[in-house]
């Protein structure tokens, strides 16, 4: 069987699709699977790094402001067509799957003209545009949250699954994970990162933490800047970092660390929700006010209302309440645990199977 997954922009677009790549492979060691993005995302790096092959089409994303960028974006998505046609007569899929982000709406709606079974996979409580059109179209809806279901039209295709998971989080023993990152034994670790492309203003809070508190830090920190934010990081650090201080652009090995983490502070995007909550890791969310419908904030607020995250809202933020936090948290062993604990009972590590399982129904159905 063929398979072509395309979803891009950020990871919690890519990462769903990895997810997905590997249980399909995991069920059908034969398949073959081709990913569709563009070169403007971390698709290109992260797919390929998975040893996946992914073609590339031109098409970006529509402003929510008239502008003349609407009329070259248009342009693009027409003349993304027939790339896409080329894509579908060469490697002649026996499925698509679309995990979000303007890149996959012209593949899945080309593929669902052809009458191939397509499914989409939302990640957020609140639909995306894209994904809320192609609802109208695929053989089926897989969704994370409840919520999302009234906000799509086409309920009869719509399934609850979750939110994928990589399994590869699971196969990871803290203490093997810890000694792997080879930072100073006996000290908590606390992970700082703001999603694949980085969160300027927690960066921001962060620095500061460091030049204002190096020398006093009772944890290991581990601060992921993001690509295009990291020299601007760096280049504001005003004090030499210890060896309990790290500072990445981004994090590759992102399993491991989050396997060691015993405190971790990020946004709210539905993947890392998902994945602190399948691991079990305590953490503190700084929910992005740039996203829509405020999703985020959403997301973190499901997990403070159990008990496993605290939030905190990007205009209440700054170095002193975050260090704040921190030593509260880190200094209370026994309410980490719980957290913990909570977490982990939000957590739902099949999604991915249950996504498998959609696929297969719609290839069915389309074979009958």
Same mark, same amino acid.
């Given at each position: 069987?063929?398979?072509?997954?395309?979803g891009?922009?950020?990871?919690?677009?890519i990462?769903?699709?990895?997810?997905?790549?590997?249980?399909?492979?995991?069920?059908? @060691?034969?398949?073959?699977i081709l /990913?569709?993005?563009? *070169?403007?995302?971390?698709?290109?790096? #992260?797919?390929?790094? !998975? +040893?996946?092959?992914?073609?590339?089409?031109?098409?970006?994303?529509?402003?929510?402001?008239?502008?003349?960028?609407?009329?070259?974006?248009?342009?693009?998505?027409?003349?993304?067509?027939?790339r896409?046609?080329?894509?579908?007569?060469e490697?002649?899929?026996?499925a698509?799957?679309?995990?979000?982000?303007y890149?996959?709406?012209?593949?899945?709606?080309?593929?669902?003209?052809?009458?191939i079974?397509?499914?989409?996979?939302?990640?957020?409580?609140?639909?995306?545009?894209?994904?809320?059109?192609?609802?109208?179209?695929?053989?089926?809806?897989?969704?994370?949250?409840?919520?999302?279901?009234?906000?799509?039209?086409?309920?009869?295709?719509?399934?609850l699954?979750?939110? @994928?998971?990589?399994?590869?989080? /699971?196969?990871?023993? *803290?203490?093997?994970?810890k000694?792997? #990152?080879?930072?100073? !034994? +006996?000290?908590?670790?606390?992970?700082?990162?703001?999603?694949?492309?980085?969160?300027?203003?927690?960066?921001?809070?962060?620095?500061?933490?460091?030049?204002?508190?190096?020398?006093?830090?009772?944890?290991?920190?581990?601060?992921?800047?993001?690509?295009?934010?990291?020299?601007?990081?760096?280049?504001?650090?005003?004090?030499?970092?210890?060896?309990?201080i790290?500072?990445?652009?981004?994090?590759?090995?992102?399993?491991?660390?989050?396997?060691?983490?015993?405190?971790?502070?990020?946004r709210?995007?539905?993947?890392?929700?998902?994945?602190?909550?399948?691991?079990?890791?305590?953490?503190?969310?700084?929910?992005?006010?740039?996203?829509?419908?405020?999703?985020?904030?959403?997301?973190?607020?499901?997990?403070e209302?159990?008990?496993?995250?605290?939030?905190?809202?990007?205009?209440?933020?700054?170095s !002193?309440?975050?260090?704040?936090?921190?030593?509260?948290l880190?200094?209370?062993?026994?309410?980490?645990?719980?957290?913990?604990?909570?977490?982990?009972?939000?957590?739902?590590?099949?999604?991915?199977?249950?996504?498998?399982?959609?696929?297969?129904?719609?290839?069915?159905?389309?074979?009958?």
């Amino acid at each position: 069987m063929r398979y072509i997954i395309s979803g891009g922009g950020t990871g919690g677009h890519i990462y769903p699709g990895l997810a997905i790549a590997k249980e399909i492979l995991k069920n059908e @060691p034969d398949a073959e699977i081709l /990913f569709v993005g563009t *070169k403007h995302g971390l698709e290109g790096q #992260l797919v390929s790094r !998975e +040893g996946f092959n992914i073609e590339f089409i031109e098409v970006s994303g529509f402003k929510r402001k008239l502008s003349f960028d609407n009329i070259k974006t248009l342009l693009r998505l027409f003349r993304s067509f027939g790339r896409i046609r080329k894509i579908l007569n060469e490697f002649k899929p026996d499925a698509v799957i679309g995990t979000g982000g303007y890149v996959c709406g012209p593949v899945v709606f080309s593929a669902a003209l052809r009458k191939i079974p397509t499914i989409i996979h939302e990640q957020n409580a609140f639909p995306g545009v894209t994904n809320k059109i192609l609802s109208k179209y695929v053989d089926a809806v897989a969704i994370s949250f409840e919520e999302s279901r009234q906000r799509f039209k086409s309920k009869a295709k719509i399934v609850l699954t979750g939110n @994928p998971v990589r399994s590869e989080l /699971f196969d990871l023993d *803290k203490n093997t994970a810890k000694a792997k #990152l080879n930072m100073p !034994e +006996g000290r908590p670790l606390v992970v700082v990162f703001g999603g694949s492309l980085g969160a300027e203003h927690i960066n921001e809070c962060v620095t500061k933490l460091v030049n204002d508190h190096c020398e006093e830090l009772p944890f290991n920190l581990i601060l992921a800047t993001g690509m295009k934010h990291y020299d601007k990081v760096t280049g504001k650090i005003e004090v030499k970092l210890p060896s309990y201080i790290r500072i990445e652009p981004y994090l590759y090995n992102m399993g491991e660390v989050l396997a060691s983490a015993d405190l971790v502070v990020c946004r709210g995007g539905a993947i890392t929700v998902s994945e602190l909550s399948a691991l079990g890791v305590p953490s503190i969310i700084i929910p992005s006010p740039f996203v829509a419908e405020n999703h985020q904030e959403y997301n973190a607020r499901a997990l403070e209302q159990k008990g496993a995250a605290v939030v905190i809202l990007q205009n209440q933020l700054d170095s !002193e309440i975050l260090y704040g936090q921190l030593l509260k948290l880190i200094s209370n062993k026994e309410l980490l645990i719980k957290m913990a604990s909570s977490a982990k009972k939000l957590g739902k590590r099949d999604a991915v199977s249950d996504i498998y399982s959609l696929i297969k129904s719609a290839m069915k159905g389309r074979s009958l």
